[in-house]
C-alpha cells in the first residue's frame, strides 16, 4: 500500500525554527513531483513549497526565503525545514506526491499540526 507518513510538528514560539519530514512507501520515489501543503481552521489548504523529480523548487511568497523543502531520493523521504516562524505559519501541513509519468495520481499524508504561539 502507498503511504505519506508526516512528522516533526509542535508547539513553537514565533521566530523559532521546525522541520518536517515526510516518508513514503509504497511508491517509485524518484518519479513524483512532491509539495508541502497547509490548511489553517477555516481557510482553504494552501500550496507552501514545491520540490520537482528533478529536484527545482517553488515557494509561496508568504514563507520565501525562511522555508526550505529538500528531498532524498535515497531515503523516500522530504522535508521542510521552517525558519523564523510566524504566528500565522499555524496550520496543519501536509505532504503530497504526484507521479509525473500518470499526473492524475497523487498521494496525501494524514497532516501534522504546527502551532506558532507566545
Known amino acids: 500500500q502507498v503511504q505519506l507518513v508526516e512528522s516533526g510538528g509542535g508547539l513553537v514560539q514565533p521566530g523559532g525554527s521546525l522541520r518536517l519530514s515526510c516518508a513514503a512507501s509504497?511508491?517509485?520515489?524518484?518519479?513524483?513531483?512532491l509539495g508541502w501543503y497547509r490548511q489553517a481552521p477555516g481557510k482553504q489548504r494552501e500550496l507552501v513549497a514545491a520540490?520537482?523529480?528533478?529536484?527545482?523548487?517553488h515557494y509561496t511568497d508568504p514563507v520565501k526565503g525562511r522555508f526550505t523543502i529538500s528531498r532524498d531520493n535515497a531515503e523516500n523521504t522530504m522535508s521542510l525545514q521552517m525558519n523564523t516562524l510566524k504566528p500565522e505559519d499555524t496550520a496543519v501541513y501536509y505532504c503530497?506526491?504526484?507521479?509525473?509519468?500518470?499526473?492524475?495520481?497523487?498521494?496525501w499524508g494524514q497532516g501534522t499540526q504546527v502551532t506558532v504561539s507566545s
Open positions: 520540490i520537482t523529480s528533478g529536484g527545482i523548487t
Open positions: 503530497n506526491a504526484q507521479n509525473t509519468i500518470w499526473k492524475r495520481v497523487d498521494y
Open positions: 509504497g511508491i517509485i520515489f524518484s518519479i513524483y513531483d
